[in-house]
């Protein structure tokens, strides 16, 4: 099982980027597939999971990316997405993905089939 996380880069504040994870070896559309980042001496930080239940998208975000950032999945394509808009300096970090294994959705242990992280910043 792989995840490869694409699409990081170098972004003037204000500017955008669309992360993606690409999976292989299994489908995950019925699990909840998260995003989390870390900055450089920082813990990692959840900031956004979905999951298709019943057929529609259950989307969960950490507080400080609410409103800005947008976690949507493909299928068909086993691949998870995350545009991020309005960027900020303080969203500079490694973003990784991952697949939920169970329990808190939030909680970055509850996450296992971590991809290699795709480096994102913002330039003031």
């Known amino acids: 099982v792989q995840l490869q996380a694409s699409g990081g880069g170098l972004v003037q504040a204000g500017g955008s980027l669309k992360l993606s994870c690409a999976t292989s070896g299994r489908t995950f559309s019925s699990t909840y597939m998260g995003w989390f980042r870390q900055a450089s001496g920082k813990e990692r930080e959840f900031v956004a999971a979905i999951a298709t239940i019943r057929g529609s998208s259950v989307t969960r975000y950490g507080d400080s990316v609410k409103g800005r950032f947008t976690i949507s999945r493909d299928n068909a394509k086993n691949t998870v997405y995350l545009q991020m808009n309005s960027l900020k300096p303080e969203d500079t970090a490694v973003y990784y993905c991952?697949?939920?294994?169970?329990?808190?959705?939030?909680?970055?242990?509850?996450?296992?089939?971590w991809g290699q992280g795709t480096q994102v910043t913002v330039s003031s």
């Open positions: 991952a697949a939920h294994i169970g329990g808190v959705v939030s909680d970055q242990r509850s996450y296992d089939y």
